[in-house]
């Protein structure tokens, strides 16, 4: 089960040339800001543009090829799409928008039905609102359609746009384990276009990073953090991540331990004051502060170790500090001079308990 | 927190809105009082009413069939198509809106007639239009076709097509994307655009009685009865406007929330 595309689209002004590779097993994520031609990608992917030059072969069997002018019809593609605002049908139940792909394939409307039933109980769709309008649904109600509806047929590839950018903080948290599971279980290639670093960080197995139509890196999430090509790249996924359990610590914070070392973090609201296995805390090197001695201040994160690494980039350096944790800090190249740092030179960093953010399991 | 008051309606606004309600209300009222109401059984059956109510209902419902069936389609040229010329095309198919009825008849003899450009062609394999109930339903439906095309069009326009991308995407075809896709969802323009035309057919005068003739029972609808009643018996051309009014005031009431609420 593989996808090779290697696509040209043109869109008004945008030119958009893509290589995507998702091998076996593999969620590949396409990450961008807005506008870099994501979703002109995807919609390329789903058959329903066809590309202005290059070709999109899916287990061997060639869907799209302009040297041959070869393009198979988005409805003869075996794809499931979740689109970035849902599309659910508003004239039909949540049951038969899941049941719309088997119906359109000519299965009968009972076994249609049993399957959709099942499919979205599975996904933790609560029974007792199968015949509500996509109107009456919550967000992660309607969130657990559109994924059900993508999955139904049992696609061969499945493309997630932008799956979690349509709910709120308390319902992405709710829906992003699910999408792991779904992610995971299936066995096709899978592609989640997304502008979240985090969701791409921890849900994709390799990243292509998309800019202006144009791709600037591609790589292991591992290595686009330890080496980001561009100054977008950076500032996107050159966050630092520590994955960790959470532990209480005193009132109003706690304490993300990871085998490197430990962070002391906001405890978030409504959590019960318990240890949480498998969360995950970001910080942005630009809220991270760089000295050449012990610190003094408020700042409840101090870490001391040597420089591994000084990366410049324009006007900004990266500087990874190997502490435990370790620790990548952005600063000014005019900080670095000022602060006389060096590569294998010691230094301190310190960041606020607040900068930290979570990511719950 | 409370409502706050609503703002009074200017003196003038409510002069000038009773003088509006007035204006459109006496007439009707007018009919109604001086309706021979004590000869209503024996005016309505000898002036031939009833044969004109059933014509009526039968010739509107059919033109408004019509008009839906091939004013859609037009609606969706206009809509979706890319043809040269479009808004030319879209001004001539909305012209009998604008057009005195009476034009659109003549246009239909000189195309349709016996001896029209087409209408030879008809007459050649047995099939006249003129003079029959099929003339009536083509004359109401030339004037009623244009409210099915402006309404399907408005809801052609406002309808998001990634919905009919994203059915695709499931494997669904063409005709079943149309069916279970577009169709569904432009469900309450199509209802609008079939009322609307529903009630200009029922009133339809200038153009039936030009291109089908004032034949009492074969194509003698409502408006026509009226206009001859007139002449002859103002007090059944009273009573059968009446019924007319009473008809269209149905129509009306029926498509009220659909229609209008929207």
């Known amino acids: 089960m593989t996808l090779l595309a290697d696509v040209g689209l043109e869109r008004g002004p945008l030119r958009v040339r893509a290589e995507l590779e998702a091998r076996d097993g593999e969620t590949l994520a396409l990450l961008g800001p807005n506008g870099s031609g994501k979703s002109t990608v995807v919609t390329c992917l789903a058959g329903l543009l066809p590309p202005d030059t290059g070709s999109v072969v899916l287990d061997g069997r060639t869907l799209d090829d302009t040297a041959v002018g070869t393009h198979v019809a988005a409805e003869d593609r075996s794809v499931g799409v979740v689109f970035q605002d849902l599309l659910l049908f508003p004239h039909r139940s949540a049951l038969e928008n899941v049941a719309f792909p088997l119906r359109a394939r000519g299965l009968s409307a009972a076994d249609a039905r049993a399957r959709s039933d099942e499919l979205l109980e599975r996904l933790g769709f609560p029974t007792a609102r199968v015949h509500a309008r996509p109107g009456d649904l919550s967000g992660g109600e309607a969130q657990r359609v559109a994924l059900a509806r993508a999955l139904i047929h049992r696609p061969r590839l499945l493309l997630l746009d932008e799956p979690t950018s349509s709910l709120d903080v308390r319902a992405r948290s709710e829906i992003r384990p699910l999408i792991r599971s779904i992610l995971a279980g299936f066995t096709g290639a899978r592609i989640l276009v997304t502008h979240d670093p985090v969701e791409a960080l921890t849900l994709a197995h390799r990243i292509v990073v998309l800019e202006e139509g144009r791709v600037t890196q591609s790589g292991t999430p591992e290595g686009l953090r330890n080496a980001p090509h561009t100054s977008y790249v950076a500032d996107l996924v050159g966050v630092n991540l520590f994955a960790g359990r959470l532990e209480p610590l005193d009132r109003g914070t706690g304490s993300v331990v990871t085998p490197a070392g430990s962070v002391v973090v906001p405890w978030p609201e409504d959590l019960p004051s318990e240890p949480v296995d498998g969360v995950l805390a970001v910080l942005r090197p630009s809220d991270v502060v760089l000295h050449t001695s012990r610190p003094e201040g408020s700042a409840r994160n101090v870490v001391h170790g040597r420089v591994a690494e000084i990366a410049i980039e324009g006007e900004r350096a990266r500087v990874r500090l190997a502490g435990s944790p370790p620790v990548v800090a952005e600063i000014t190249i005019g900080s670095v001079g000022r602060l006389g740092l060096r590569e294998e030179g010691q230094a301190w960093a310190s960041f606020k308990a607040v900068e930290v953010s979570l990511v719950l399991p | ?262």
């Open chain 2, 1 to 262: 927190m409370a409502d706050l008051p609503r703002n009074r309606t200017p003196l003038v606004i409510t002069a000038l809105a009773a003088m509006g309600i007035l204006f459109v209300a006496l007439p009707l009222a007018a009919l109604l009082v001086r309706a021979p109401w004590s000869h209503l059984i024996d005016e309505l059956s000898s002036s031939g009413a009833w044969t004109a109510l059933r014509l009526s209902i039968e010739v509107s419902l059919a033109a408004a069939a019509l008009s839906l069936i091939l004013g859609a389609p037009v609606a969706w040229v206009l809509a979706r198509s890319k043809i040269p010329g479009r808004s030319v095309l879209r001004a001539i198919v909305i012209l009998p809106l604008v057009l005195p009825p009476v034009v659109g008849g003549v246009g239909l003899l000189a195309a349709l007639g016996r001896r029209g450009i087409a209408g030879r062609w008809l007459d050649a394999i047995g099939i006249q239009l003129t003079f029959t109930i099929w003339g009536a339903v083509v004359a109401t439906t030339f004037v009623s076709i244009p409210l099915v095309i402006l309404a399907v069009e408005a809801g052609l326009r406002s309808l998001d097509p990634r919905f009919e991308q994203a059915a695709s995407t499931m494997g669904a075809s063409r005709g079943y994307v149309l069916r279970h896709v577009t169709l569904p969802l432009l469900r309450p323009q199509l209802a609008a655009g079939l009322v609307l035309a529903w009630a200009r057919a029922l009133g339809e005068f200038g153009a039936t009685i030009t291109f089908a003739g004032n034949l009492a029972g074969r194509t003698q609808t409502l408006p026509l009865a009226v206009y001859q009643a007139r002449q002859t018996d103002p007090g059944a051309a009273i009573l059968t406007s009446l019924l007319l009014v009473a008809m269209s005031l149905i129509v009306l009431v029926s498509m009220r929330d659909r229609v209008f609420a929207r």
